[in-house]
Structures are given as C-alpha cells and as structure tokens.
C-alpha cells in the first residue's frame, strides 16, 4: 500500500507489540474494550463529544490508516469508531510489516477535528429490536444460547435475528450469495460486544452492502434486560 502523506497511522496491536516496533509517526489505540450505553441522544452526544475529545487529543484528522496482526476486531472496532466520528477510514490487513518500523512514540499536535456520528452506521438496541433483516455473527452455540461469555447473566439471541456466523465473512467472493445479499441493501449486524460485527461491518460495507453495526450488542441488550430467544 502507497500511504499518502496526509494520512494518519493508527496501530491497534497489543501495546508491548507496538513498542516493539511500529510503523513510523503510528499512533497506538486500541479501542476493542468499551462497552458503552447507546439508547438515547444524550448518550450519543456523549459519545460524540467524548470522540472529539479523542479525535483532538491524539491529533486524528481523515483519512486514517490502521493495521493490526491481520482482519482482527480488535482492529475493526476501532475503525468502526473513528469511522462512526466521521473520520474516513481505511483497514490496512497486511503488508505493513515490509515497510520499515520505529520504537519511538509520537507525540502528535492536537487536531481540532469535530467528531460527527455516522447514524447510518449504527443501531442502536430499539433499532436492532425492529430491524427487518438483523444477522448475529456470533458461533451458532452462542446463537442458540447454549452458551455465552461470563459476563453476562444468560445466553440467548435478539428475537428475529439469523445465525450468520463470522466465517462466512471471511471469503469476499462467496459471502453475499451465501447470505443471499446484494449491494444497496441494508442489514443489521452484532455479536456479543459490537466487535466481530464490526469485522462483518467493514466487509459488507466494501461490497457496498449498507451494514449497520449494533455497537451495545449482546452485552448491552442482556444488561437492559431486554427479551431474548429461546
């Protein structure tokens, strides 16, 4: 890949992988663990204001390029956020590492970059709960409720949803007939935090499939106390 020289580095590895070596002037962030309330606007303001605080801070500016150990959600939840503030961006899943790599952190200048929400890339839980074609991309136990992360208090699904299993995202050339999709379409997506939806997200949206990532998922709908199935 070619980096334009206005771009902005993001590296989303482990923090001990960054320090190892980084590609030059990379930031590291990595945002896979927040779980955040979304329902109403007050919370999306919040989170608006809280990216722009982010987005000033560590000097981020469109577009952004950011790279991991390869397609990881770790990577794309972090995307999706930057993403989700408005920013363009771009997933860098291999290659980077022929190019040559610095252990010194930068200290960017602060931007005064103004996070705006992308709606079209959200849902929010009242959104899932009447979207007419909603995929969960977790394993089919974890569909079926057969078994879920300690976190939350049981297992289920969000009623009405299909089974979509991340797997099927991960061969480009076959994944919209196996799912029987096609461009221009809209469809909703989550998982158990709003991260492997988010790896399902960059895919459909790169086949022109208007994707919408659940961001709460499982984690927030359980914790609302929201129905479930079975």
């Known amino acids: 890949m070619e980096i334009p020289p206005e771009a902005v580095l993001v590296d989303t590895r482990p923090r001990a992988a960054y320090e190892a070596g980084h590609l030059p002037g990379a930031r590291h962030l990595d945002l896979s663990a927040p779980k955040l309330r979304l329902r109403d606007e007050a919370e999306l303001k919040a989170l608006e204001a809280g990216l722009t605080d982010l987005f000033q801070e560590l000097g981020l500016r469109s577009p952004v390029i950011l790279y991991d150990e390869g397609l ?15 920013l363009e961006v771009e997933l ?19 931007s005064d970059t103004i996070a705006r929400l992308r709606r079209d890339w959200l849902l929010t839980a009242d959104e899932a709960a009447k979207h007419p074609l909603l995929l969960d991309v977790r394993s089919p136990e974890e569909h079926q ?28 050339d076959k994944v919209l007939k196996r799912l029987g999709l096609e461009p221009g379409q809209e469809v909703g997506l989550y998982c158990h935090s709003g991260a492997r939806s988010a790896v399902a997200f960059f895919v459909l949206r790169s086949l022109g499939v208007r994707a919408r990532n659940y961001l709460g998922s499982m984690h927030e709908w359980l914790g609302e106390g929201l129905p479930t199935e079975p």
């Open 145 to 172: 409720g057969k078994v879920h992360p300690p976190c939350c208090p049981r297992g289920g699904r969000i009623p009405g949803s299909q089974n979509a299993p991340l797997e099927l995202f991960l061969e480009l």
């Open 72 to 86: 990881t959600s770790r990577l794309c939840r972090t995307a999706f956020f930057l993403g989700l503030g408005g």
């Open 92 to 110: 860098w899943t291999e290659g980077w590492e022929a190019h040559a790599t610095e252990r010194n952190e930068p200290k960017p200048q602060r």
